[in-house]
């Protein structure tokens, strides 16, 4: 069954540093999302992207945050000057459509500030 | 937006026994996906069901679209089963790229 793959699993970083966040969304796939729980409270939405501009955006993706699709296949979440309560688990996710056909949610990323 | 409330919010079982969560959401939805969370924080898709009723193992799941809930039944539990569950949903109604989780219902199976 196809996956959508983040690496690294868990990363480590010191607070102001920048952070990249990788993602591989399933490959016949053209809505692309990250999302963003914070230990022990709800999963919640950060972005949604298609046809390489940002769709739909929380009001949590402010301008410390950014996406890009640097190349065919991998969906990036950059985070400056990284926080401490930028420590979180971040999940990327992608559909086929705009409907959400096939919605399905990586594994997630353990970010870590110190 | 949806709201989506699961229930209930912890919940302790025997090793061997069964359970039921339920999801209830406030509008009509197209996608609804429940979810384990193990201790890790890592995100297991366990079913894609935004109607009817699909078994996978111990697990099933149904879900009645025109009464606006969902269930997740865990039968002969064990330890690995504990985490926290999930459903997700989004709306038929527009907001479809937006998935929304409720709090989720904490799960501890011991032994």
């Known amino acids: 069954e196809p996956e959508v793959t983040q690496t690294p699993s868990h990363q480590v970083t010191q607070m102001g540093q920048e952070v990249i966040l990788r993602c591989v969304p399933i490959?016949?796939?053209?809505?692309f999302y990250w999302y963003r729980q914070i230990l022990g409270q709800k999963v919640e939405f950060l972005v949604s992207?298609?046809?390489?501009?940002?769709?739909?955006k929380s009001e949590i993706f402010d301008d410390q945050f950014s996406v890009e699709r640097p190349d065919g296949s991998n969906f990036t979440l950059k985070i400056r000057s990284t926080k401490l309560e930028d420590s979180a688990m971040y999940f990327c996710a992608s559909s086929r459509d705009r409907l959400g056909y096939g919605y399905t949610f990586g594994s997630g990323t353990r970010l870590t500030v110190v | 937006g949806i709201q989506v409330e699961q229930s209930p919010p912890d919940l302790i079982l025997q090793e061997g026994a069964n359970s039921t969560l339920r999801c209830n959401f406030s509008d009509s939805v197209n996608n609804l996906q429940w979810f384990h969370q193990n201790p890790w924080g890592q995100l297991i898709n366990l079913f894609y069901?935004?109607?009817g009723t699909k078994q996978n193992g111990r697990l099933s799941a149904t879900t009645v679209a025109t009464e606006r809930y969902s269930l997740l039944y865990i039968s002969s539990s064990q330890t690995t089963d504990s985490g926290v569950y999930f459903c997700a949903v989004s709306p038929t109604s527009g907001g479809y790229q937006k998935v929304t989780f409720g709090i989720g219902t904490k799960l501890q199976v011991i032994p």
């Open positions: 490959s016949n796939h053209l809505y």
């Open positions: 992207f298609y046809n390489n501009e940002i769709s739909e």
């Open positions: 069901i935004p109607s």
